[in-house]
């Protein structure tokens, strides 16, 4: 990479993980050192003072369930009216605010904390960040964005100021199938046919994407897309999770679930159940509710898996029809079937895929990773490293007003190639009358109730004129990120209108600004405190890598060796107890070196490796 | 009973409107339209309307009051229009029958 | 109407679309009135081969699109931007044989007073009486008849979709029958209640 040209990286917000990714001199490849596991659990968790995001994070999923927070991305520019369902199933409080806003709420009394899930996604981003700028050893300040394709203009402009908020330039969103289609299409290794029709099956932890691509020529252009931005691995957990309090319940009829210990407890052991049976016919399971000394164990077998998220892989498949027919093409059509995201490595999932379409399905590139991938390919591309290729992406819904009666009138339609502009002369109802209130709405149904409000436009400043005189343009843009601006021009006056935004579920420029100040405030505090608990984390990881190494040692070991392995966990422990950061990650790298002999040995890595086993089957 | 059929060629949408006359007042007023919002509510003011009134009255609907009342956007002014002749084709039928009648 | 050759306002080379030049690589000013043949730098004409429709707008796409500009300058960004959705909007109504057809009519019929609600006879009520039975086969989930409906339906669209080309072949030797051009408007308004049904039918496997 040339020193004039400034980086951007790729980034995969994940509704389980995140992760980052550019091009290196080899090629492209997912940001992380060696042994550093790459990828950023989308979990956060509130120490008192600030938050530890990641696999700190997700560790405290049991010991301080209260506190700690995941699955953000499904609150991202939605009301609490619509996340019902989601809001039972999650262990943290979400609260109401202002203009249909959610919050989640820290505390289990007065005085509450309360975050936007704007400000929470900033801190995985961050955390994200800066973990590319440690093993990069450059600074980065923009990035290209994956959302998912079928994410309405809200959701994006949620995601977008959640960037803001941590710092980030966004260089492009862009939709998670396409980038997909990106990393698949560029990749010299693999055979896969240079022009035809491919469809990217999308399915994470949260969120459901299925889109068809046109490839030819290097030009990467979305034909259809179609999706479900509440349906993921998430609710394949849920199920499990309900069938498991149905069981307790057998026994154990008076048991009650609804406290956060009891919500991870459950959701922990149903993703180790759908990652078990991913691999074998059945699986053992226990359960073991410490607070309430009550545990509980039993067998899952597959076929009950299965027949349980049946419904849900249904409805990836009637998506599938809906943009076929978007599309104008039958199955036969279809050349490539690429999949993507954590939930596609269930078997059942890929079976009922390779029917649909009647041919097997490309994995090759891991599913976690190549969404970060195509992202990172994009901001290559961004920066000016390569312009031999072209993603034309579309606006997955509809976007227009709303009439009196209710009914939504289209201006632009779904599936329209973006950048794209669109204009509609409104005028006045009444003499002399300077404003007029617009609801923009997105959607593809005809009444404005079952389309989400994206919020409310008032034009300003219209010269006083007889009614209906006025003929004021508005311009409806979308972006190559798919976010929409509107500007206004009164056409015989050549007057420009005044817009002002008001937008549903999102935030103003002034909160965002607050927020950001805010943040800085306490940056400097909430760094010594986060490293502190961060590095005591650490040092527990490794102290249990230890002690199931530790029979290793004594057969490799010297006992002097062992002596000063025991000594130095002793010290580690003092700075443990202190306050001091800095002094503990110096006491934990001495431990470190002293250990690396252990971690050299095979079976000592793969042991150290079970430790980072946690990474999850979703993404 | 009454029939007027029209369309918008603007978009394909389609209705019929049925009304009972007697002797010159629309007692009754039924619509059934294939197409959009826009033209359901349209054709729905519409028999709300014209139900109760005199013939020659009922005429005298425009499109203009329909739109206005709707606060359709330019481009779903053709569903307010759609209304009106559905209005004006079922009383032209009256009409012309009724010259045939005597 | 004749098709002019436009020439780049900074190199003077030849134009093809009037947007961008390709020579020079430099964002044209242009009118807001530009039509999507000056677009696209076709001739003003009915019949575009597809293929040549996508290699234009690919090619334009690969010069214009606003990720070769995102380190450009605010006014170069915005150019392309501007210039990109102009272009998507073309192809947009270029790509389906209907919105050409309805696009390139309405470029003739300026000025001309063209009866805008022509329909062949009785098909009106024809299309209530199919909507209607449309809503019986949909209540009755008898897919074969369903099935059967649909493709009587789609070799209608396509029979309609195939007047458009002799007509405006027509137009072309005799420039003043306005007769013509309702006959197109005719065909166009028929096909869009033929759509308006097929939209109705749900998708199958």
């Known amino acids: 990479m040339n020193n004039k040209m400034k980086r951007i990286i790729g980034i995969d917000l994940g509704t389980t993980n995140s992760l980052s990714a550019t091009v290196f001199d080899e090629g492209p490849e997912v940001i992380g050192t060696d042994g550093d596991f790459s990828v950023t659990p989308s979990v956060l968790s509130w120490t008192g003072s600030g938050w530890l995001v990641g696999q700190e994070a997700r560790e405290r999923r049991i010991t301080n369930p209260e506190n700690t927070v995941y699955s953000i991305k499904r609150l991202m520019g939605r009301s609490l009216d619509e996340l019902s369902e989601t809001v039972q199933d999650l262990p943290y409080q979400i609260v109401e605010a202002q203009r249909q806003l959610v919050k989640v709420r820290i505390g289990e ?116 897309t179609h999706g479900n931005t509440q349906l ?19 026994e154990h009829p008076e048991a009650e679930f609804d406290d956060p210990e009891s919500k991870h407890i459950l959701k922990k052991t149903a993703e180790f159940i759908k990652i078990k049976l991913s691999f074998s016919p059945e699986t053992d399971y226990s359960l073991d509710f410490s607070k309430k000394s009550m545990s509980f164990s039993g067998v899952f077998k597959l076929e009950e898996f299965e027949s349980l998220i049946a419904p849900m892989i249904e409805q990836t498949l009637e998506s599938c029809r809906h943009v076929l027919r978007e599309a104008n093409l039958s199955v036969k059509k279809i050349d490539e079937v ?76 779904g599936n329209t190639t973006i950048p794209i502009e669109e204009s509609e002369t409104f005028t006045t109802n009444v003499d002399n009358q300077t404003s007029i209130d617009v609801n923009i709405f997105q959607g593809e149904r005809e009444l404005i109730k079952d389309c989400r409000a994206l919020g409310q436009f008032k034009l300003r400043g219209i010269p006083p004129m007889k009614a209906g005189l006025p003929l004021v343009e508005v311009m409806f843009r979308v972006d190559a990120n798919g976010i929409l601006t509107v500007s206004a021009i009164e056409k015989r006056s050549g007057k420009k209108a005044e817009i002002e935004v008001i937008p549903f579920h999102g935030l103003t420029q002034f909160e965002i600004e607050r927020i950001m100040e805010d943040s800085f405030e306490h940056a400097v505090d909430d760094f010594n405190e986060r490293q502190l608990i961060e590095f005591r984390q650490t040092a527990e990881r490794v102290f249990r890598g230890i002690e199931q190494c530790w029979d290793v040692a004594e057969n490799d070991l010297s006992e002097t060796s062992r002596d000063e392995i025991q000594k130095q966990m002793d010290v580690v422990r003092q700075s443990m107890k202190g306050q001091d950061s800095q002094a503990l990650k110096t006491q934990l790298d001495v431990l470190g070196d002293l250990t690396r002999p252990l971690a050299d040995n095979s079976m000592g890595r793969s042991i150290l490796s079970e430790l980072q086993d946690d990474a999850n089957l979703n993404q | 009973m009454e029939l007027g059929l029209v369309g918008a060629p603007e978009c394909g949408d389609v209705m019929k409107l049925q009304i009972q006359v007697n002797p010159e007042t629309n007692e009754d007023a039924k619509f059934k339209t294939y197409g959009c919002g826009s033209a359901i509510a349209s054709s729905s003011l519409l028999t709300e309307w014209v139900k109760g009134r005199h013939l020659d009255d009922a005429e005298q609907i425009k499109n203009t009051e329909i739109a206005e009342e709707l606060a359709l ?5 053709h569903c307010s229009v759609l209304a009106e002749d559905a209005i004006k084709a079922a009383i032209h039928n009256y009409k012309s029958r009724k010259k045939i009648d005597v | 109407m004749t098709f002019e050759q436009p020439a780049c306002q900074k190199c003077e080379s030849t134009l093809i679309s009037h947007l961008f030049c390709l020579s020079c690589n430099a964002f044209q000013t242009v009118p807001p009135e530009i039509d999507y043949f000056e677009v696209l730098g076709f001739p003003v004409c009915f019949e575009i081969n597809s293929e040549d429709l996508e290699e234009r707008y690919k090619s334009l796409s690969l010069v214009l699109h606003p990720d070769f500009f995102a380190a450009a300058p605010e006014e170069e960004k915005r150019l392309s ?8 909007t073309a192809y947009n109504s270029f790509r389906g044989t209907t919105s050409r057809a309805g696009y390139l009519l309405s470029l003739f019929s300026k000025g001309k007073n063209l009866n805008e609600r022509t329909l062949p006879d009785g098909f ?48 072309k030797d005799l420039p003043e029958d306005s007769d013509i051009l309702q006959q197109l408007q005719t065909h166009l308004n028929a096909e869009r209640y033929l759509r308006r049904l097929l939209d109705r039918i749900p998708a199958t496997d």
């Open chain 3, 81 to 88: 931007e501007k210039a990109s959705a102009m272009l998507n």
């Open chain 1, 232 to 250: 993921g691995g998430d609710d394949f957990d849920q199920v499990v999770v309900e069938t498991l309090k149905d069981r307790i319940h057998q």
């Open chain 3, 124 to 171: 009106l009520q024809e299309m209530f009486f199919l909507q209607e039975s449309l809503d019986e086969l949909l209540e009755s989930s008898d897919s074969s008849a369903l099935n059967k409906m649909n493709e009587d339906l789609r070799t209608r669209h396509k029979e309609i979709e195939s007047y458009y080309a002799p007509l405006f072949k027509n137009f």
């Open chain 2, 73 to 77: 956007p330019p481009v779903k002014i």
């Open chain 1, 338 to 413: 690429v999949l993507v995201g954590g939930s596609t490595v269930i078997p059942a999932v890929r079976k009922q895929i390779e029917s649909f379409f009647g041919r097997p399905p490309h994995v090759a590139i891991d599913p976690y990773k190549v969404v970060a991938i195509g992202a990172g390919i994009q901001g290559h591309l961004l920066a000016g490293g390569r312009r031999d290729f072209l993603l034309l992406d579309v606006i997955p819904l509809a976007l227009g007003i709303e009439t009196l009666g209710g009914t939504f009138s289209k201006i632009i339609t």
């Open chain 1, 109 to 224: 009394s007065k005085p509450y904390k309360e975050f936007t899930p704007q400000e929470l996604s900033a801190e995985i981003l961050k955390k994200v960040k800066q973990r590319a700028e440690e093993a990069l050893g450059e600074s980065v300040e923009k990035a290209v964005i994956t959302v998912p394709a079928y994410f309405d203009d809200a959701q994006r402009q949620a995601t977008r100021d959640a960037c803001r908020i941590a710092g980030l330039e966004v260089a492009r969103f862009i939709n998670e199938p396409t980038a997909a289609a990106i990393a698949y299409g560029l990749d010299e290794k693999r055979d896969l046919q240079k022009d035809g029709h491919v469809v990217v099956y999308d399915l994470g932890g949260g969120t459901f994407d299925i889109s068809i691509l046109k490839l030819s020529g290097k030009i990467f252009k979305v034909v259809a």
